[in-house]
């Protein structure tokens, strides 16, 4: 097969700059979708490739090749290289699927228990307050999510920060951003090299949420002593939000310095590029199957 089946694996070399290009010059919510999606399709793209380089050696292998009419092509354009690659590609393919159907598993069986703690919470409304001197504070996915806080965590705050710290946790719930970094999970497990845009989007979530925050008070400044004060308090507690699979609060630094900062403008140009990046790799992938289809038609098949 030609070089077009191997791009998508390539392509995956600019996870790691296009993630710290995407978090930091990006408005957040563009930047977790164009992460997000880039997580997907790469990872999609890449074990498909994998399946083709695979099946393509499958295809020339001589005790197979002679179950049909066309051992003799076969054998006579056997080659030990492609071979290696091959299996090479397909162990890679076999570890792939089994990470993925691994994490996929534990992360359904996390929302559900999720779902079922949110549901299990008795509020008046999607607040939940629990008696607990360790500040702690995270967003539970359900129908309804709830966001719970401890007393501790409330105690830590002033009033104005606590409406803060309220909308920024609501924001995870609306926006569902707990799908979002499952699967950027989901995409990374797949394909290790896309792990910077897992992390990317783990972030890129927590700056949504402070934009929300932000939007809602109409004070950057106060919200950027909001996070730095509650992640300061909830460092010293449990820094852990099971239901989005995140550990502590993100970045805080950059974070805080976001907010210092104005706001992100959206911008075109991150989108058309992540769009070039992703069109190129269906399209290798279509050119791929197309090869494919002519090696068949050559065996006979």
Known sequence: MRVAVYLPLLLTLLAAPG???????CEPRLATWLLTLSALVLAAAGTFSLGLLALTGLLRVPPLAALGQWSLR????????????????????????VAAV?????????????????????????????????????ALPGLPGRVVVSTGMLDTLDPGERAILLAHERTH???????????????????PLLRPLATAVAYTVERWADERAAAVTGDRRRVAQA??????????GRAENAALGIRG?????????????????????????TAAVLGTAIWSLSDAVHDLHVLLRFVGV
């Open 19 to 25: 993630a710290r290009l995407l978090a930091a010059r």
């Open 74 to 97: 076969l054998a006579a354009r056997r080659d030990p290289v492609e071979l290696s690659v091959a299996v090479a590609a397909g162990l890679l393919l076999a570890l792939a699927t």
């Open 102 to 138: 691994r994490l996929f598993t534990v992360r359904c069986r996390t929302l559900a228990r999720a779902a079922m703690d949110a549901a299990c919470l008795a509020a008046t409304d999607d607040l939940v307050i629990v008696e607990d001197p360790v500040p702690d504070a995270y």
């Open 173 to 191: 719930l609306a926006g569902h951003h707990y799908a979002f970094v499952a699967l950027a999970q989901l995409g990374a497990a797949a394909n």
């Open 227 to 236: 996070v730095g004060k509650a992640a300061l308090a909830a460092g010293r």
């Open 249 to 273: 609060a993100g970045p805080v630094p950059r974070r805080v310095a976001a907010l210092l900062g104005p706001p992100a403008a959206m911008r075109a140009i991150p989108a058309l590029v």
